[in-house]
């Protein structure tokens, strides 16, 4: 079975997000299960393309309303990744620094879409499923069957998947005229609510489509930004399928990112060496228990409430924790940190930006880690976090309650219900008397790391989606 992944992103590639990880292990995984899976993405002007051997396999043209642009792919020559990864070039849209953030993103996207369909038909390339990753690609599903120029790939199985329903790429509906020429019968197709939106466009068009856990399909039937009717429009061919992590990539006995590695036989060593690192660089106390946050400065995250959970966890056990933030995005709780971290200086290291170095070294390093996300599709660092041995705290939605059970019921994490700063705290305070408990905190450790977040089994969920 040939099967293309179509996505903006692709970790080590180009990352933003949890995107990136998936798609980069995802056909690995699938790969070894005697599928043929390959990554298409665009070209960005990052340093694996200079760092690795390409070849040119397409050179063509495309129309996009008035304009005409050259279409270049680039192909990975030695699978270093675990796969074949192609890589779209359209000079002046698919030819820049950063993945996300531009004022012309529609066309941009629409011309990855329409580039790599065109490269398709051109070359004859006819797979048994292109496998469409967010909104972004969202109008592929309809382009192969209403596109007159796509009609070598009419019928070919798409599956949409959605790792965030928060984002949906609407746009004015003069954006059709970037599209290929299609059926205008068939407009229907791509309209919401009087304009474009391609996520509805691909779970209308797409053969079947899933969110990457069951807690968050469930949740997009009664909120998805408008599109609650069409979800349960579509509701038989809707599959909730919890993302795997690359437990080659994330393995503390072989992270090469990490001071001193460990396993979960010798988890309090290694850990307590790499905390002691770790609050030795950022001159925290290491005997204190270590309270981490990895992510974006964003409200979907909870990041709002961060300089609230740090202020009063501190002040309200007396100085009695560390709290360390890796993470970047809204100016004004950037700020709020800063002053934070200028009044607590003892307690509180922030690191602003992304660092994947440092990101291994805190799952390694923390005795707990913060999640008080308002939406979380699925969540990844929570299965990093247990795979390190640190036990998450999280709120208790989408994905992060299908992964994480609380101390109570028996599980290994410790869960809240509102994405509120008093709940947060008082998680906290329930994760210092479980600190105390030597012989406790070393149980959650060993169960944590005895979990089994791989992707093997996802993949195969994968490979029964595909034959839907």
Excluded at 60 to 78: A, D, L, P, T, W
Aim: net charge negative.
């Amino acid at each position: 079975m040939k099967i293309f992944h179509l996505s903006m992103e692709c970790y080590p590639v180009a990352k933003v997000g949890g995107l990136a990880d998936v798609v980069g292990a995802l056909p690995k995984y699938q790969n070894k299960m005697g599928l043929d899976a390959s990554v298409i993405m665009p070209w960005y002007n990052k340093p694996f393309f200079y760092n690795h051997d390409f070849e040119v396999v397409f050179d063509g043209f495309i129309h996009q309303s008035s304009h005409m642009y050259q279409v270049q792919v680039f192909r990975e020559k030695h699978k270093s990744l675990g796969f074949d990864l192609f890589l779209v070039k359209i000079p002046g849209l698919l030819d820049r620094e950063n993945v996300y953030g531009y004022w012309d993103e529609s066309e941009q996207f629409i011309a990855f879409q329409h580039g790599v369909l065109h490269w398709l038909s051109a070359m004859r390339i006819r797979p048994d499923v292109l496998h469409c990753h967010d909104y972004h690609t969202g109008l592929v599903p309809f382009m192969i069957n209403n596109c007159y120029e796509f009609s070598f790939l009419k019928g070919v199985k798409t599956i949409g998947t959605i790792h965030n329903g928060e984002y949906q790429g609407s746009m004015d509906w003069k954006m059709s005229s970037f599209l290929p020429h299609f059926d205008g019968w068939k407009s229907g197709l791509l309209d919401w609510n009087g304009r474009i939106n391609p996520m509805a466009t691909m779970i209308k068009t797409c053969n079947a489509f899933n969110a990457v856990s069951g807690g968050y399909l469930e949740e997009l039937f009664y909120s998805f930004q408008g599109l609650e009717p069409l979800m349960n429009q579509e509701r038989q061919k809707a599959f909730g399928i919890i993302n795997g992590i690359d437990t080659e990539v994330w393995d503390p006995e072989r992270d090469d990112m990490l001071k001193f590695n460990y396993n979960k036989d010798y988890a309090e060593e290694g850990k307590w060496e790499n905390k002691r690192v770790i609050c030795a660089e950022y001159g925290l106390n290491p005997h204190l228990p270590l309270f981490g946050f990895i992510g974006r400065f964003a409200g979907e995250k909870g990041a709002d409430l961060l300089p609230d959970i740090i202020e009063k966890s501190i002040q309200e056990t007396n100085g009695s924790l560390n709290i360390i933030v890796l993470g970047s995005g809204n100016q004004h709780i950037e700020n709020r940190l800063k002053e934070l971290q200028h009044r607590f200086s003892i307690n509180f290291a922030l690191d602003l930006g992304y660092k994947e170095y440092l990101s291994h070294q805190i799952y390694a390093s923390a005795d707990f880690l913060l999640m008080p996300s308002r939406v979380e599709p699925c969540g990844l660092n929570q299965m990093y976090s247990m795979r390190y041995g640190t036990i998450p705290m999280v709120r208790y939605t989408g994905g992060l309650r299908d992964t994480v059970q609380d101390i109570s019921t028996g599980g290994s994490g410790l869960n809240f219900t509102n994405a509120g700063a008093e709940d947060a705290v008082h998680a906290i305070k329930r994760a210092l008397h479980i600190y105390s408990q030597k012989d406790l905190m070393k149980g959650l450790i060993y169960n944590n790391m005895s979990f089994d977040f791989s992707w093997e089994k996802s993949a195969q969920n994968y490979t029964q989606l595909y034959h839907y």
